[in-house]
Structures are given as C-alpha cells and as structure tokens.
C-alpha cells in the first residue's frame, strides 16, 4: 500500500504549478508546454509511485493547466484590445493591406525596403486648378474627400495599396505589401472601378447642378524599391524607382492623348488582352526613352473630358 506525500507537498506543488501563469507563448507553444507538463507531471507521480509514494496530482495538473489556458486567453484578449487601438488610431493613415501587414506583424520594422515586382497607378484630376479657383476652400476640401472616399474603396477593393496623396492626384501600389503573381490585373480592375465609381460621383454632382469631373489615370509595371522610406521620425511605405517614374509620366499623357486610362507595353503584356486598348504608339516622356502606351475609355457612359 503505497504511502501518501504530506498535504504540505501537494500545496507546495500546487503552488509551483501556478507559476505557469507568468509564462506568456503562442497558443501552439502552450498546447506543447501543456502536453509536456501533463507528461511530467504524472511521470513523476508514477516514479512515486514505484517507490512506495502516492502523490495526488489531479489539483495541481488543474491549477497547472488553468494557469496556462487563462495567461494565454488573457493575452489574445490584450492582443485583440490592442490591435482594436491600432485599428481606430491609423487606419486612416495607412491603407488596409499596409495596416493588415502591421497587426500581423509580417511588415519589417525600421526604414528600407526590398525589390518587387509591383504596377504602380497614379490618378490626377483633370482642369482642378481652374475648377478650384471658382470653389470656396471649404467646397474643395469636400469635393476632394468625396472623390477620394469613392477612388480608395475600388484601390482598396482589388488589393492595392495606396502609397500617398498628392493634392488632388494619389499613387497607388499593387504587388505590394502582398505579393501578386499579376499586379496588372488588380490595377486595371481598380482602374475601371475608379471610372465606375467616378460615374456615381459625377452623377451625384449634376444632380446638384454642379459640373462633373474627369480623370486620367497611368499605369506601368515593373521592378521597385518598396519599403519604409522618409526618416525614423516620419516615414511612408511606398516605392521608388524607374516603374514608379514611368507611371507617373504616362498618367501625364491622359491629358493630351484624349484616354482617361493609359498603360505602358508591359502592362498591356501582362494582361494579355491587347484587344481591350488603343494603340497610342511610342510616346516621349520626360527624363525616360520613349515608351510605347496603350488607351482604354469605358465606352459612351464615362462623364468629362480627359483634355
């Protein structure tokens, strides 16, 4: 008849047990420190055992494990309050994939960044200049949130990313932080969303008896730099490099070559849909060799001119 170990023992061991609840893990490493520690536990009551020893150790494998699965609960729960305060501080200042790649902590920390292969977009509205000049201040900034507003939720909604405003233009990046085997795809989605959504708009503003607006937007894709770039005090994740330049320039061409959608040759490459576009043929651009472009318009229904 085995000999039970003193109370003062299995108080003692219960309280040992309890210490697991300092021990902060993923919830894949608690479950193997739980499995480990069942295993230990009734191991060593066994060796006891053969000894001529009982030891109880149903309370302290209860505390033991209570202690586990409530540290790990509690810190999921701080996790989710915390990524909630992250959500509601930034998510007005970065895009969605960007803050997507933060609360997952897959984005690297610090400035630099890495080549990839992305399409980059640039927007632009066309004549704002004038048409600012005949708006209030006030009127502007609300004309140009409403634009936004409805451009970012088709860049978002195909993936993209979007790197910065620039008064009333925006860049955009797809391929990026996720990485697409197609950026091109996303982008001209996102494009002819943008149109779509332009539509709305400009709908929205003739039935106020305002004018509408037109846009021209620019795409080309390529290599990039992407990454963190501006100072440890105030940085953007965004790109450089000679796609980012490109884009930039042909978006410039919408205003001059009457499409409000214009892509270089690897873009058109990369959809492999040449029947959807308009030869532009090879056209200079500033700073760069020329580049041969393609246009696309949506048909009869898209409002504004792109002159």
Request: charged content about 15%; some cysteine; hydrophobic content about 50%.
């Amino acid at each position: 008849m085995a000999e039970p170990v003193g109370g003062r023992w299995v108080a003692a061991l219960a309280l040992l047990c309890s210490l697991l609840w300092f021990v902060q893990l993923r919830l894949q490493a608690v479950i193997a420190l739980a499995v480990v520690f069942a295993i230990g536990l009734l191991g060593a009551a066994s060796l006891l055992l053969h000894q001529g020893r009982y030891l109880p150790v149903a309370a302290a494998l209860l505390v033991g494990l209570l202690a586990l699965a409530g540290r790990w609960l509690l810190g999921a729960l701080q996790e989710m309050g915390e990524r909630r305060r992250l959500r509601a501080a930034f998510a007005g200042y970065v895009s969605p994939p960007v803050m997507r790649e933060i609360l997952q902590r897959r984005l690297p920390v610090g400035l630099g960044g890495e080549l990839r292969h992305v399409c980059v977009l640039f927007a632009d509205i066309r004549g704002f200049t004038t048409l600012s000049e005949s708006l209030a201040p006030q009127a502007v900034i609300a004309l140009l949130n409403r634009y936004f507003e409805q451009v970012n939720q088709a860049i978002h909604g195909e993936g993209g990313t979007i790197s910065c405003f620039m008064g009333d233009g925006l860049m955009a990046i797809f391929g990026a932080p996720q990485d697409m085997a197609t950026p091109s795809v996303a982008a001209f989605a996102a494009a002819r969303a943008m149109l779509e959504a332009l539509q709305r708009l400009n709908a929205e503003l003739q039935a106020e008896g305002r004018a509408p607006i037109a846009i021209g937007i620019g795409l080309h894709v390529g290599e990039a730099i992407v990454g963190h770039l501006g100072s440890q005090a105030r940085h953007d994740y965004s790109a450089i490099g000679d796609a980012v330049n490109v884009a930039s320039r042909i978006e410039g061409l919408t205003k001059e070559l009457g499409h409000p959608v214009i892509c270089s040759q690897a873009v058109v490459d990369e959809l492999a849909q040449p029947r959807l576009f308009t030869d532009l043929g090879a056209q200079a651009i500033k700073g760069h060799s020329p580049v041969q472009v393609w246009g696309w318009k949506p048909g009869p229904l898209y409002c504004g001119s792109s002159r």
